[in-house]
Nanobody, 122 residues
Framework: EVQLVESGGGLVQAGGSLRLSCTAS????????IGWFRQFPGKEREGVSC????????AVADAVKGRFTISSDNAKNTVYLQMNSLKPEDTAVYYC???????????????WGQGTQVTVSS
């Protein structure tokens, strides 16, 4: 059974940091790109960052560039999203997802986690 389990969300003050984790099981981790997405109330999900564990290549959305960093620990089948200098406008539900393939993209994701709430207070 394929599973993506996110953790690490919570409430933080503006300027603070959180680290999200996404642990995968049920598929060959290195054959998939792993992405982080977020969804604001009433809006479509948007891509935040992604990584191809096979070679560590990454992509980062302009809205979080310089503040968020994605990384992977292939031995643990886990991808992390380090979020620094958080802003109230980063408040959203954050999801991780897996897409078959060795390159990052914002599309065609096959599997999704359940999401974790991130709330940034001003």
């Amino acid at each position: 059974e394929v599973q993506l389990v996110e953790s690490g969300g919570g409430l933080v003050q503006a300027g603070g940091s959180l680290r999200l984790s996404c642990t995968a099981s049920g598929f060959t981790f290195e054959n998939y790109a792993i992405g982080w997405f977020r969804q604001f109330p009433g809006k479509e999900r948007e891509g935040v960052s992604c990584i191809a564990p096979i070679d560590g290549s990454t992509a980062v959305a302009d809205a979080v560039k310089g503040r968020f960093t994605i990384s992977s620990d292939n031995a643990k089948n886990t991808v992390y999203l380090q979020m620094n200098s958080l802003k109230p406008e980063d408040t959203a539900v954050y999801y991780c997802a897996a897409a078959l393939g060795w390159e990052c993209s914002w599309y065609d994701y096959d599997y999704w986690g359940q999401g974790t709430q991130v709330t940034v207070s001003s």
